[in-house]
């Protein structure tokens, strides 16, 4: 049986920030921008940046340095 190679992403910006939302859950609904940068492996300002257009959009909170899912998600 072959097995397949893993797909090249189609759109690593939108991939990237749907896998930033994903990490919340019900046991962790709040997340720091450490937090989020170590466990989406990318630089703390390219996570800064995911996470502001995300709080732009309406999809992330932001309050005293931690996030949170918006109302949008």
Request: net charge positive.
């Amino acid at each position: 049986m072959r097995t397949q190679a893993p797909e090249a992403p189609v759109n690593q910006s939108v991939e990237r920030a749907a896998r930033m939302l994903g990490l919340f859950s019900v046991d962790e609904p709040e997340l720091t921008l450490s937090e989020l940068t170590s466990r989406v492996g990318l630089t703390k300002a390219t996570a800064h940046r995911y996470a502001t257009a995300l709080r732009r959009a309406g999809l992330l909170r932001a309050h005293n340095g931690v996030y949170s899912l918006g109302p949008r998600v």
